[in-house]
């Protein structure tokens, strides 16, 4: 019996760009169905009636909802030969731990940046710098937060960089002068199809700011 | 495996502790409890998590393991072989339990949390509302996991059962300082059989703290 896979998705969100990078990664044939958050479908608000959010997965009718979990998800019911997630307990644990820091950290921070103003702002930025050398720090020198392989945590963070050209427009500082080794490694992502496939054009984001800006009713 | 080779850094009263000590309870797995002083951190603590600085961390051979949920996880990835299953085996169930669990804590602690907080009656009432409809969550979400069986993950507890099971004396503490009950019969008959149960349960037993003294300790801290 074929897989009937939906992905219920907002083309900005960092988070919708995981779980399809992971269905990519795994050659999963999906239906991509943008969403109006502004105005919610049925669908939507019956698959995830708890959240009311994007990304939604459902796969043959049943839903799965929130970024990190539909990666696991899709890891498992779809097991290859290049896994998200390391088999080994400790090392899956460490993917993890890294995964659930990115979601605490990185979109409050980057929030800031773009949505507010004075000292918000500053805290914001200094902030998602701090997060951002913290990060760069547990990469090191490897080809990716897993090592030699791309995986959960390269997945889990590398849709923020569609969002990095307008976080350093509206932040006035640059992310490769703080970050470099950062820099380098979401350019050895993007050269994968996977990523080049799932993320937007920065521009794209940067144009879109300020009418996400109005929508929020943000000055 | 020597005991020695397991600690656990952690405290008595922290419901987010009492997690892997449950699953480290299903194991069987003895190890050495590390409780940190409340107000300070020590040094083990601050090396071991330098990211967060919180408990619990589970040291496995000096290895060190953050995040409650993550640490219950790799207890039953580790030990694998030793008691029951934690999470359960079909995918989309395991996504349903990391679900909730982190539908409990994102928004159904913080609104436990929050009613201790509560000023005046305006705010208590949105509290009550947001529990209200998070226990009418849960009380749906535990009929659609238990299937009929006497916890979320089925005969035995699990990961679900862990990930809410461990506010319960902290609810309790919370029911008396406002006077108010937060987990009724009436409204989620489910949801209180399965809490009582679940204290009941011998992994869970020898970690749940009194509620007197918990009461006492949460004066303390709030004071």
């Given at each position: 019996?074929?897989?009937?896979?939906?992905?219920?998705?907002?083309?900005?969100?960092?988070?919708?760009?995981?779980?399809?990078?992971?269905?990519?990664?795994?050659?999963?044939?999906?239906?991509?169905?943008?969403?109006?958050?502004?105005?919610?479908?049925?669908?939507?608000?019956?698959?995830?009636?708890?959240?009311?959010?994007?990304?939604?997965?459902?796969?043959?009718?049943?839903?799965?909802?929130?970024?990190?979990?539909?990666?696991?998800?899709?890891?498992?019911?779809?097991?290859?030969?290049?896994?998200?997630?390391?088999?080994?307990?400790?090392?899956?644990?460490?993917?993890?731990?890294?995964?659930?820091?990115?979601?605490?950290?990185?979109?409050?921070?980057?929030?800031?940046?773009?949505?507010?103003?004075?000292?918000?702002?500053?805290?914001?930025?200094?902030?998602?710098?701090?997060?951002?050398?913290?990060?760069?720090?547990?990469?090191?020198?490897?080809?990716?937060?897993?090592?030699?392989?791309?995986?959960?945590?390269?997945?889990?963070?590398?849709?923020?960089y569609s969002w990095?050209?307008?976080?350093?427009?509206?932040?006035?500082?640059?992310?490769?002068?703080?970050?470099?080794?950062?820099?380098?490694?979401?350019?050895?992502?993007?050269?994968?199809?996977?990523?080049?496939?799932?993320?937007?054009?920065?521009?794209?984001?940067t144009k879109f700011?300020?009418?996400?800006?109005?929508?929020?009713?943000?000055? | 495996?020597?005991?020695?080779?397991?600690?656990?850094?952690?405290?008595?009263?922290?419901?987010?502790?009492?997690?892997?000590?449950?699953?480290?309870?299903?194991?069987?797995?003895?190890?050495?409890?590390?409780?940190?002083?409340?107000?300070?951190?020590?040094?083990?603590?601050?090396?071991s998590n330098p990211?967060?600085?919180?408990?619990?961390?589970?040291?496995?051979?000096?290895?060190?393991?953050?995040?409650?949920?993550?640490?219950?996880?790799?207890?039953?990835?580790?030990?694998?072989?030793?008691?029951?299953?934690?999470?359960?085996?079909?995918?989309?169930?395991?996504?349903?339990?990391?679900?909730?669990?982190?539908?409990?804590?994102?928004?159904?602690?913080?609104?436990?949390?929050?009613?201790?907080?509560?000023?005046?009656?305006?705010?208590?009432?949105?509290?009550?509302?947001?529990?209200?409809?998070?226990?009418?969550?849960?009380?749906?979400?535990?009929?659609?996991?238990?299937?009929?069986?006497?916890?979320?993950?089925?005969?035995?507890?699990?990961?679900?059962?862990?990930?809410?099971?461990?506010?319960?004396?902290?609810?309790?503490?919370?029911?008396?300082?406002?006077?108010?009950?937060?987990?009724?019969?009436?409204?989620?008959?489910?949801?209180?059989?399965?809490?009582?149960?679940?204290?009941?349960?011998?992994?869970?037993?020898?970690?749940?703290?009194?509620?007197?003294?918990?009461?006492?300790?949460?004066?303390?801290?709030?004071?």
């Open positions: 019996m074929a897989d009937e896979v939906i992905l219920l998705d907002f083309w900005p969100s960092m988070f919708g760009m995981r779980t399809r990078i992971a269905l990519e990664e795994k050659n999963v044939i999906f239906d991509y169905r943008e969403q109006d958050l502004w105005n919610k479908s049925p669908i939507l608000l019956e698959m995830n009636l708890v959240h009311k959010k994007i990304p939604v997965l459902i796969h043959n009718g049943k839903p799965v909802c929130e970024s990190l979990i539909q990666m696991e998800y899709i890891d498992e019911v779809w097991p290859s030969k290049t896994p998200l997630l390391p088999s080994d307990p400790y090392q899956r644990a460490h993917a993890k731990f890294w995964g659930d820091f990115i979601d605490k950290k990185v979109y409050g921070s980057a929030r800031l940046i773009w949505g507010a103003k004075g000292e918000e702002h500053e805290a914001g930025k200094k902030e998602f710098i701090e997060i951002h050398k913290t990060l760069e720090s547990e990469l090191g020198d490897k080809t990716y937060f897993g090592g030699e392989t791309f995986g959960y945590v390269d997945i889990a963070l590398i849709g923020f990095f050209e307008a976080y350093e427009k509206f932040g006035n500082f640059s992310i490769e002068v703080e970050c470099p080794k950062l820099i380098a490694w979401t350019k050895r992502c993007v050269k994968r199809e996977s990523v080049a496939k799932s993320l937007p054009d920065s521009e794209k984001i700011v300020p009418e996400l800006k109005e929508k929020l009713g943000i000055k | 495996m020597a005991s020695s080779d397991v600690k656990l850094i952690g405290a008595w009263a922290s419901p987010f502790v009492m997690r892997p000590r449950i699953a480290l309870n299903l194991k069987s797995v003895p190890y050495e409890f590390l409780q940190e002083t409340f107000g300070s951190k020590s040094e083990l603590l601050l090396k990211v967060h600085k919180k408990i619990p961390v589970l040291l496995h051979a000096d290895k060190p393991v953050c995040e409650s949920n993550i640490i219950v996880e790799y207890i039953d990835d580790t030990w694998s072989s030793s008691g029951p299953s934690i999470l359960p085996s079909d995918p989309y169930d395991r996504a349903m339990a990391r679900f909730w669990a982190a539908y409990i804590d994102e928004k159904w602690f913080v609104a436990l949390r929050s009613f201790l907080k509560a000023g005046g009656e305006e705010e208590k009432k949105a509290v009550i509302a947001q529990l209200e409809e998070g226990n009418a969550f849960l009380e749906k979400a535990f009929i659609d996991c238990s299937k009929g069986k006497p916890f979320f993950n089925g005969d035995n507890i699990g990961y679900l059962d862990i990930a809410l099971g461990c506010f319960l004396a902290w609810l309790r503490v919370t029911e008396l300082a406002v006077s108010h009950k937060i987990l009724d019969e009436a409204k989620t008959p489910s949801l209180s059989k399965w809490a009582e149960n679940f204290c009941n349960d011998p992994a869970v037993k020898p970690v749940m703290p009194e509620t007197a003294k918990l009461a006492e300790f949460a004066k303390k801290i709030f004071s």
